[in-house]
């Protein structure tokens, strides 16, 4: 359903769910919402009351990227498949998650959808997966043209605001003037309820009519109207915040006379606390604002609201207010407190996308915007976005730092530094040295210290160091809420005690960090890997080869954002993916690990004990003839296999990875030969089989 602001779209949809004999599920999206890692768990959650599945899996409606892709949305689309009773999906303000990675996770829901069940889009404009979804018959449009109020239409909208005194030829002129456009004649009969003439009041412009509403907020008491303005910097009100941003004391009384006034406020709870203005009157109200009282009253609100919203736990709400009040300094440390959190929860695209509305400039002038920025880019393995900030990091100058700040300062750099081992593993120790010795007790960064401290002594061949290092960070991590580090740390103690043939104390060692991953729900993301190839290989030694293929399956998707921006765990987690299907007799698989190891040291080439291992793996696979196994699929395949799920054609594809068409051909075709499949249906049936995409 697509028309603009002011075409009855949720009217419809509120009435239909209210006459709706299947199952109702109801999802309101706003600005904060365009990102997988909101949009897919909110759909959960919305479907959970009918669909066991559905609330069985939104904890982990998680993901960034081809993980969102790959897997939570593959598993929300299972879920829905599977509920036992037909529903109907409604999901109004569908034109606010325009992103692609929301479109394409949306295409991916929508696509198994059972038959007898229903999703329901209202949008301001039409979402580029309804034209392929028309295509292959599977949409049904609603459009503007579709919801304009005809004279009988007209006539009871003007009956129900009260207006009966105006003849047929008026009304006649009004519907004609006013194309139909459901809002407008509202407005229009708004006005002629207060005995003005309504056709003089019918604006030309069906789409902003500010006439109108300067006719209807110019007939309320001044009060009124500078609360209407200045409340319409809220997305959602309650009488608490407008109180508290308005700087007034009776703003339940306010919320009142709106509503009893039919001025476009709509309830969005059942307890009648929470409220927000119909869009194309807020649009209106917020211009108003601007006119009436200048861009610096517009500021002070959304400061006071910022302010609001941090004081009541609501930080990312917090964000958005200060952008909006230019308060950059503000917004900035914020986002920087948030980043790392936001990056566990897989809100990533959320906070890319208030570093664009920050700006480079901003960014620049923030080191610690640009040490999360880069961190960021690492742990997700963008090698474009990670090399671009990892340099701008290392042009920072510490001196023109405030005195305090310094230490803090070259620490961080120092980790980012120690991880990304440009200089070798000799220049990597001295770095994660200085961090361990300079990183405050009470830091969220100090068990990413020890870890990186153990790491290097690793790679050193200081085992005893490491395993102390190491046993450290992971009670601290722990109490920190960093479940990065245990899930880092604990497979390296599982490593150290395979070596030493203590087989049982690896198992623990590899059992947390399973288990981390699956209550931190991170799964998918480059830093789980390692912990995922180290049980399987557990699992196998134990004899339990079903699990232990589960998880290698698992580790082998992981790797896809393990890059040369953090070469040693990139390096160590396809050794241990070698070693692990090898236990399996895949030798083939084996030898491209080996392989992807060898790209990975031609840009890194000093990684001490973790090129040994390589050394180590290689001469393994030199004793034997190759022979049997599987070649497994590439990082690249592996981040273009999800696309496989949506109707996206090859040059769509081409430019969501930014590559060549001919460069998502020749994958394409890999993918089939590797898979086996003719199709895309018959590859994404048989990559869910092997555990590539889904659960």
Known sequence: MAAPAGYGKSTMLTEWAATESRQVAWVSLDRTDDDPAMLLPLIAAACAPFSPLADAVMADMRGVGANALGRSAPMLAAALASTPDSFVLFIDDAHLVASEECQDALEIVLSRIAPGSQVVLASRQESPLIA??????DAWDVSAADLVFDHTEARAVFAAAGATEVDDDALAEVVA????????????????????????????????????YRECLARLPEDLQAFLRRSSVLEQLSPEICNAVLDIEDARAMIHRVETGNLFLVRTDRNGEWFRFHALFREFLLAELERAEGAAAVAGLHRRAAAWHEAHEAPILAVEHWIQAREFERASGLVAELGLGMYGTGQVSTVRRWLHELGDDVLLAHPALVISMTWTAILLGDVRAGERWAAALDDLRAEDLPE??????????AMVRATMCEHGYTKARADAAFAFAHEPARSPWRDQA?????ITALLAGDEQTARVAFAQAVPLATAMGNPDTVILSEPELALIAIDEGRW???????HRGVEAIDASHMEGYPTTALALAVAARVAVHAGDHAAGMRLLARGMRARIGCTHLMPYLSVRVRVQLARAHLMLGDRAAAAHLLRECDDIMRIRSDLGTAGAQVEELRMGLAVEPMTGGSIPLTPAELRLLPYLQTHLTIAEIGKRLF???????????????KLSATSRSQAVERADALGLLGD
């Open 659 to 673: 590559v060549s068409r001919n460069t998502v051909s020749s994958q394409l075709g890999s993918i089939y030969r």
């Open 132 to 137: 392929r979804l028309r295509s292959t018959g």
């Open 404 to 413: 305090d700040d310094r230490v803090l300062f070259e620490s961080a750099r």
């Open 450 to 454: 020890l870890h990186l401290y153990g």
């Open 504 to 510: 049982s104390v690896a198992a623990e060692h590899a």
């Open 177 to 212: 003037r006013c194309e139909g456009w459901p809002t407008g004649l509202f407005l229009c009969a708004l006005v002629a309820r207060s005995s003005a003439e309504p056709v003089s009041a019918a604006g030309s412009d069906r789409y902003l009519a500010d006439y109108l």
